[in-house]
Nanobody, 121 residues
């Protein structure tokens, strides 16, 4: 079982930057990947970025490549999503996700509660 708690998010102007954090809480030692998904109003949830347990492997959706970065601090069980050059189409609820084993861009079994990111034009 992995409990995920997101923080960050908010309102930013187009072209600006914003960072999200996701703290993971587990009772046992688990090697899990961490990822971010987002869901805009009227749209399906979509994959944004993911990072492996070791941090050595990352994956990004084409729509955010070159603008978003993902990192993690294994000692703190926390993953970070740094978003820059934000666009209005990045507006969505962003969800932290985790799963055991290697990265799966369809998402792992564990989800956070979501945090709103709004980019104004």
């Amino acid at each position: 079982q992995v409990d995920l708690v997101e923080s960050g998010g908010g309102l930013v102007q187009a072209g600006g930057s914003l960072s999200l954090s996701c703290a993971a809480f587990t009772r046992t030692y688990l090697r899990y990947f961490m990822a971010w998904f987002r869901q805009a109003p009227g749209k399906e949830r979509e994959f944004v970025a993911a990072i492996a347990w070791s941090g050595g492997t990352t994956k990004f959706a084409d729509s955010v490549k070159g603008r978003f970065a993902i990192s993690r601090d294994t000692a703190k069980n926390t993953a970070y999503l740094q978003m820059s050059s934000l666009k209005p189409e990045d507006t969505a609820v962003y969800y932290c996700n985790a799963g055991l084993g290697p990265i799966v861009t369809t998402g792992g079994d564990y989800w956070g509660q979501g945090t709103q990111v709004t980019v104004s034009s």
